[in-house]
């Protein structure tokens, strides 16, 4: 597959550069005002809206201001993803980051968009700050005190469902929760102020990770910190995946060190497990990147023949998993839960039933078929799940150890980080439940891994900013046929092109 073309990086741009990105770098940036214009009439607004009534708002928020709102939204993503794709040939890491930074401020000051699901980590902190377990009970189990109020913003098919979140997300949204004293804009406006550092970091991280495994810095900063999928999702809809990504590229950074006495590369092994097990904290799915970790620390202890190679894995497996454990069981300590987010990655499943999850979608096709629909669909997602469990051994099992070299082979640190992002990818995909930003997963794994499927990536990233509306309607509940059939034809042709990848000897 074509890649998207990313020069090497240099220390500054020549001006005729400037001048040629100039133009985009102010589109997308009228890009961004527009969908914060149309967030003021359009946005996730909490319930009551306290400025229904306020001069022009009014006139934003009531009767055809709201579908203008909307149009504004959806043309400033337009002009916003269009602009995205024209610099992706820039050079210089320091102007991508700055344009990226330009096209955020917008939406860093406009409402919340895209997604309710701020108001949900609001909540779900109150629920902890109350001294509920929020593995145990949902929201409506806040019957009294500040913030019971909170209940009225939230979607309704979340109000009796547990959190689905890390101990260590939940910490802080508890935290915030209670500094905010019941006033539910004060929590939304922390979270979000949250959700932008954690960007700010991820920002910070992308170039040193890209250069420690040898990939342009300019082009993994493009492909990540100025893609309008994580601008809308992470920076408007302040997702927690803001808090998961840093923590997982400063996880994969500390591995690339795993360098020189076995003392040292066991020491990183640790660092590297713990900073993942963090990111496991936050969203548990950062989790399934933990054995892609330790295959890269392990690639620095000698090994000369095939038992002591095992033997590598093995001790570098115990201290990056056991490191891993000790993070995730100070994570639950220091917030005050057990355990219980270990069901994590199956509580949106049962609330949320689209195409855009593959065995959901062959479960739905399946239903038409039958009276059973609930059943069928609960076997397409076991099946799923199976298939995931399978296909994410393969991967790990294909780059177990470094193959034999070439001068113009692959290098083996980025074949891993490739395996590790088609593995976040697949558990997103093949999960009871698949939404937008969960494509975000793979991003900083892949920018690390060479310039091998950015084009796919990129495509995929601009596309799914169409999904859903500025108010958080996401257009797969209107689209399930369509959709499914989509699904359907898309997993047919992925299956007969890996069976053809396989009969050559090679996925990648």
Not at 45 to 69: E, F, I, K, Q, T
Not at 128 to 147: F, I, K, M
Not at 157 to 166: L, Q, S, V
Not at 473 to 499: E, K, S
Request: net charge positive; glycine share 10%.
């Amino acid at each position: 597959m074509m890649a998207v073309s990313v020069p090497s990086a240099t220390t500054t741009d020549l001006p005729a550069a400037h001048d040629r990105f100039a133009r985009e770098r102010w589109v997308g940036f009228a890009g961004s005002v527009l969908i914060a214009v149309g967030g003021l009439g359009a946005g996730v607004l909490p319930r009551p809206d306290p400025l229904s009534d306020a001069p022009v708002l009014r006139v934003l928020r009531h009767g055809a201001g709201v579908p203008v709102c909307v149009t504004l939204a959806m043309v400033g993503i337009g002009l916003l993803v269009l602009a995205w794709w024209r610099t992706r040939t820039a050079r210089n890491v320091s102007w991508v980051t700055r344009t990226a930074a330009l096209w955020a401020v917008p939406l860093a000051l406009a409402p919340p968009m895209f997604s309710r699901d701020i108001y949900i980590y609001a909540t779900q902190g109150l629920v902890l700050a109350q001294g509920l377990d929020p593995y145990e009970v949902g929201p409506s189990a806040l019957t009294d005190g500040p913030g019971v109020d909170w209940l009225t913003s939230i979607s309704p098919t979340w109000a009796d469902t547990p959190a689905p979140y890390g101990p260590l997300f939940l910490f802080f949204s508890s935290r915030i929760a209670e500094a905010a004293d019941g006033n539910l804009i004060v929590a939304v406006l922390a979270l979000r102020a949250l959700a932008v550092l954690g960007v700010v970091a991820l920002a910070l991280l992308v170039p040193r990770l890209a250069a420690a495994y040898g990939v342009p810095a300019a082009g993994a900063q493009w492909l990540v910190i100025a893609n309008p999928l994580l601008l809308t999702q992470l920076v408007s809809a302040g997702h927690n995946e803001a808090l998961m990504l840093p923590l997982l590229a400063a996880a994969l950074l500390v591995a690339a060190r795993a360098v020189g006495p076995a003392s040292r590369v066991l020491a990183v092994g640790a660092g590297a497990g713990a900073l993942a097990g963090l990111a496991a904290a936050t969203k548990l799915s950062a989790i399934v990147a933990l054995p892609f970790v330790v295959v890269l620390v392990a690639a620095g202890l000698p090994a000369a023949t095939e038992w002591r190679r095992w033997l590598r894995l093995v001790q570098t497996g115990a201290v990056a998993v056991g490191a891993a454990l000790l993070a995730l069981a100070a994570s639950c300590l220091v917030a005050g839960v057990g355990p219980g987010f270990i069901h994590a990655l199956s509580v949106t499943g049962g609330i949320s039933v689209q195409w855009t999850s593959i065995p959901t979608a062959w479960g739905l096709a399946a239903g038409w078929f039958t009276d059973r629909d609930d059943a069928v669909l609960e076997a397409a997602r076991l099946v799923g799940s199976a298939v995931a469990v399978v296909l994410l051994v393969v991967l790990w099992w294909r780059v177990r150890k470094p193959a034999t070299t070439t001068p113009d082979a692959w290098p083996y640190g980025q074949r891993v980080l490739a395996a590790c992002a088609a593995a976040l990818l697949l558990v997103g995909v093949l999960g009871e439940a698949f939404h937008p930003w969960y494509l975000l997963w793979p991003a900083v794994p892949l920018v690390a891994a060479g310039q091998k499927w950015t084009t796919a990536y990129a495509v995929a990233s601009g596309a799914l900013c169409f999904l859903i509306l500025p108010d958080g309607y996401n257009l797969a509940r209107a689209t399930v046929v369509p959709g499914t059939i989509v699904v359907l034809l898309g997993t047919v042709l992925a299956i007969g092109y890996g069976v053809h990848r396989l009969r050559k000897g090679s996925l990648t």
